[in-house]
């Protein structure tokens, strides 16, 4: 472990540090991660220092702080990182748009579950079959997805999102959908445009 | 012209009506009319009726509610009926969205300056060269047009919906139009909508 790379290191902390958190410690030592993943507790130190974070004398370091700092060194929890389940004409047209890559968002994986479209690329984006939708999702702790499929099928692609760790909804599928309250649905409505057009319409005549 | 039926008589009336109209007329007798375009006295009194429009004694029509019935007849300015000029991957999306039918909404023709997409259907739409299309939509009376064309060229489609009589543009480029005031623009900002959804889960964290 000693001449792994520090970013193959930052994971495993990280899931010691959530399981830490969870058990209701707020500090933790570097001499205390050290001995629970069997790293030389010098490496573990200097890996701390190298992602920015600092302890305090006797204290050791904030757990959400620690937490935070190895979030900014992997670049995880970048809110312009999409995934999107749901290829069809709603979601290639999405993929494809470039209005989303000039302001900097980024659809970095696509998921359906029709075996035609597993393994091709929609403008240069991969298209993954939804069985591995959650763990890459996990692994690159994207928090944004897009929902493109049947409505019928809305509620469940939503409770893999939330499984799999994502706090933002954008939802393009007519269906309510029911979630934490830690997680934002984001309901793009087209209907509700054209009535409203519609309306105005009818209100000048 | 006698033989003729009635459904060919009104587009010809309507012309003729919406010019008196612009001449500063208000009301107008079965006989004026008749004399305008050759027509028999006789039919052009039958066709008013078979339309549901009310004549005063004397007075004879009057002009807007003339037109409004014919309208009603014709079937035209219905506003459940849309075109789309653009049949890219946003257009082909709007095109199949089974969503617009069930609640009645109908895109009954599409345009495209590319000519690989003329003469095709898309979801059963037939899809024409875009230098049909003022000609088109003046002659089915349709009064929605949806804008699905890269940005630079919005600005121009958007004047010939203007020329072709199109009241209500659905715009889905990214590009503020310049129309008429009795024009309505209702303008789709899928960006905007992805950047609130940051910014409620940025507010969350
Ligand atoms: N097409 C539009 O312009 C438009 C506009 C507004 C809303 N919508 C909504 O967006 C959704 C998609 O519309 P569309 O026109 O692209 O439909 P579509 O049928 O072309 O695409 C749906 C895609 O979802 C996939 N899918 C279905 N169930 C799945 C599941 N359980 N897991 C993963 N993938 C699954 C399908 O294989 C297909 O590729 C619908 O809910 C529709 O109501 C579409
Ligand atoms: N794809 C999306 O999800 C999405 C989302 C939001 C907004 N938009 C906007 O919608 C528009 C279309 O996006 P797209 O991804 O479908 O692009 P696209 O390039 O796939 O489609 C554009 C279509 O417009 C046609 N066209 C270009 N100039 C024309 C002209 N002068 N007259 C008639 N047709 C013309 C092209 O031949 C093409 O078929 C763009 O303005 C884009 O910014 C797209």
Redesign the pocket.
């Known amino acids: 472990t000693f001449s792994a790379p520090l970013i193959r290191r930052l994971p495993e902390y990280h899931s010691y540090l959530e399981s830490a958190l969870s058990q209701g410690l707020t500090t933790i030592s570097s001499t205390a991660i050290a001995a629970h993943l069997n790293i030389d507790p010098i490496v573990v130190r200097k890996d701390c220092e190298a992602i920015g974070a600092v302890g305090r004398p006797r204290i050791g370091f904030d757990i959400p702080n620690l937490i935070a700092a190895i979030y900014e060194y992997m670049g995880w929890g970048n809110l312009d990182e999409l995934v999107i389940v749901g290829c069809g004409s709603?979601g290639s047209?999405?993929?494809?748009?470039?209005?989303?890559k000039k302001r900097g968002f980024k659809i970095i994986a696509g998921f359906d579950n029709d075996p035609s479209k597993a393994g091709i690329l929609i403008n240069g984006v991969s298209i993954f079959p939804i069985n591995k939708m959650v763990n890459l999702v996990k692994r690159l702790h994207v928090e944004i997805g897009i929902i493109a499929v049947p409505p019928q099928a809305a509620q469940e692609i939503a409770d893999m999102m939330v499984e799999a760790g994502i706090k933002g909804i954008w939802n393009f599928s007519p269906c309510a959908l029911k979630v934490p309250k830690t997680v934002i649905v984001q309901q793009e409505d087209l209907i509700t445009s054209l009535v409203i057009l519609q309306k105005g319409m009818k209100h000048e005549r």
Do not use: H
């Not at 047209?93 to 989303?100: K, R």
């Open positions: 709603l047209a999405l993929i494809g748009y470039n209005g989303f």
